[in-house]
């Protein structure tokens, strides 16, 4: 019912490599929410439609976004190839009113079928690590971390931790059902809540050409999905009558779930083929896969227990001690396991407790950005600290069952080839974490500047010391002021940018100077900002218009889109998102281009922190010394504020 993929499908890219994000959007944004809440659905009455921007306000703020990255010459082609596409008598016009019959025909936003389609459905590469995010989140000291806890078997606190969580995500489905979480508030401004129907429920299943989601709202499925030994059980945690399970019933439903799959794998001479490695592979691999499988009625029961359970519970045990003491080598388990074992990529949620009692989510991105999942995930952390007032026992929960499957040596084969190419992935991914503890967003504000496009800014700079020359660059801004709004894209890479770039390395430019570099480039950040915000981005209305082209014949008459520059301000060198608050939340995601980073960041009061992903098998990219630029930028950064403070 909604939609997946490519950004571009114009943007050349390697095999695995994912569209540009929608990733994380813009935390511009913790989620705000009335003092009297309001049910949750209560606004959506009042938010007004996405706008179309005209052809001529698009196109004037695409050329200047090209401005900072193309020669002269190049320049002066691709402003020529634009004006001459939305000429009275070019395809433009004609596109544009195409788009706005498009406008009048959708319930909810002219946007909204062609984001899920063409920005996710329609990718066939491997949602996996292209598409899905993961984060990290806080550990909890009522459940202390065991740092040697026993490889392959389940442990107390993985199970205690997993029961509590459980719960509180059971009472949150509950809340959404009754329309008791509170809508969102951005200011003054109601947010769109749709996304919320999307949280529980959820899958996204491979279909070809396009897959499709599956969903149930309200959400009342009695049971979960839950992951051991790459094993998929339903877990029941409501009784016929709809009365939820409390935590030591829950508890024992993980205990039973661990034990029958350790009882199914000990009495086969063979492990059954792990069905649920095949949704870390190409989308048509699965899609194969699965249209096999469908025609087995066994199985059919099998993926629909999956399709409409809750959401997924990971429980890892074959987890090296190093995975849990180091930080970066638990974002790796989250991210992408061992080549994708142990996990249901099309759920919308997954949590994956190692059995040291760590915590992390999986999550499908297609029908819900990360910050409205974040916001969710979060509350259920808060709600996981101190004590809990359990509910008295539901009488007559069914037992967990291990989910059968008929896989003949077809299907088999996939697997083998989907594991192959995910461990191939999977190995060509690197992400580094940083931090910067000597200040936060509050010392940002004494200067008078957002901190986001302060650390845009910043991250502009580094990108410029460290390889000499600018970069495309994708923030993600949130469009949940409209209805059924998802994202836009911020085109952070500016003029105001490249020369405070430039001024901010040269020896011989006075400071007064290189400050006036700097609140011109926070100044063009923010007006970019607040245009994305105000549906008056560039990237959105420019899909919706290549999306209106029937023909090759029309595709080669669309000037703008022909023309390379259009495809060189897409290839995004740096793919960028601002999940702030990171105090107990700690995302990322994959780069989008080969030669690219993914910067993933929070600016929380006293400190700054980020994580930096590249694919190992770029010639142009190293993470760990890109970080190490990036600090020490953030720290040059902070000596001229304070120096400039000085001179007030």
């Not at 949620?349 to 910050?371: F, K, Y």
């Amino acid at each position: 019912m909604r939609l997946l993929s490519a950004r571009s499908a114009l943007l050349a890219r390697p095999s695995g490599l994912r569209p540009a994000p929608s990733h994380i959007p813009s935390a511009a944004a913790k989620a705000y929410s009335t003092e009297t809440p309001l049910a949750t659905f209560a606004n959506q009455g009042k938010l007004p439609r996405l706008p179309i921007p005209t052809l001529e306000e698009t196109v004037a703020r695409y050329l200047k976004s090209l401005r900072p990255l193309l020669p002269a010459p190049e320049y002066v082609h691709a402003e020529r190839m634009a004006g001459t596409f939305i000429k009275s008598n070019e395809l433009g016009p004609i596109l544009q009113r195409r788009l706005q019959e498009v406008d009048a025909q959708a319930p909810h936003s002219w946007l909204e079928d062609i984001w899920l389609k063409k920005a996710y459905l329609e990718w066939r590469d491997p949602s996996y690590i292209n598409v899905n995010w993961f984060a990290l989140l806080a550990d909890n000291p009522d459940f202390p971390i065991v740092a040697d806890a026993p490889r392959g078997r389940p442990t107390k606190v993985q199970i205690e931790r997993a029961a509590r969580l459980i719960t509180h995500m059971l009472e949150a489905n509950e809340a959404l059902n009754q329309e008791k979480i509170p809508a969102d508030m951005q200011r003054d401004a109601p947010l769109c809540m749709n996304q919320y129907k999307w949280q529980f429920g959820t899958t996204r299943i491979p279909r070809p050409g396009c897959d499709v989601l599956v969903n149930q709202y309200p959400s009342t499925a009695k049971h979960i999905l839950v992951m051991y030994r790459n094993q998929a059980v339903e877990v029941p945690v409501y009784n016929n009558d709809g009365q939820r399970a409390n935590i030591g019933q829950i508890m024992s439903q993980l205990a039973q779930a661990t034990e029958s799959v350790d009882k199914l794998l000990a009495g086969q001479a063979q492990a059954q083929p792990p069905v649920a490695n095949l949704t870390a592979g190409h989308r048509d691999d699965w899609t194969k896969a699965r249209a096999i499988l469908e025609q087995d009625a066994a199985n059919c029961e099998s993926l629909a227990k999956v399709d409409s359970s809750l959401f997924g519970v990971c429980l890892d045990v074959d987890v090296d001690p190093q995975d849990t003491a180091d930080a970066e080598r638990s974002i790796a388990v989250f991210n992408h396991s061992d080549a994708g074992a142990n996990r249901w990529f099309d759920k919308s949620i997954q949590l994956v407790i190692m059995n040291s009692g760590r915590l992390g989510v999986n999550c499908e991105h297609t029908p819900v950005d990360a910050l409205t999942t974040g916001r969710l995930l979060m509350e259920v952390g808060e709600k996981e600290r101190g004590p809990v007032k359990d509910i008295k026992p539901c009488a007559d929960l069914a037992e967990p069952a291990p989910i059968q499957w008929n896989v003949g040596p077809e299907v088999a084969q996939i697997i083998g080839k989907v594991r192959e190419d995910a461990g191939a992935l999977a190995g060509n991914l690197r992400i580094v974490l940083g931090q910067m503890d000597g200040y936060g967003a509050q010392w940002i504000k004494t200067l008078g500047v957002s901190p986001d496009a302060y650390f845009q800014v910043a991250l502009q700079a580094a990108y410029y010391r460290h390889y000499g020359q600018p970069t495309p660059t994708y923030e993600s801004s949130s469009l949940r002021k409209f209805l059924h709004g998802r994202t836009e894209t911020i085109r952070s890479c500016t003029e105001e940018s490249l020369a405070f770039s430039k001024a901010f390395g040269d020896k011989d430019m006075p400071v007064k100077k290189k400050l006036a570099h700097f609140q011109q480039a926070i100044a063009a950040h923010v007006e970019l900002s607040k245009a994305a915000a105000a549906g008056k981005g560039v990237d959105r209305h420019l899909l919706g218009l290549r999306a209106q082209i029937r023909t090759p014949e029309e595709a080669e008459r669309a000037w703008l889109f022909q023309d390379k520059s259009y495809v060189r301000s897409m290839s995004f060198g740096l793919s960028t998102s601002n999940v702030t608050p990171g105090e107990r939340f700690r995302g990322g995601f994959a780069p989008v281009i080969l030669d690219g980073y993914g910067v993933n960041y929070a600016l929380d009061k006293s400190d700054l922190k980020f994580s930096v992903s590249e694919w190992l098998s770029s010639s142009v990219t190293d993470a760990p010394a890109f970080r190490q630029t990036l600090h020490k930028t953030l720290e040059d950064l902070y000596e001229a504020g304070e120096y400039a403070k000085s001179r007030q």
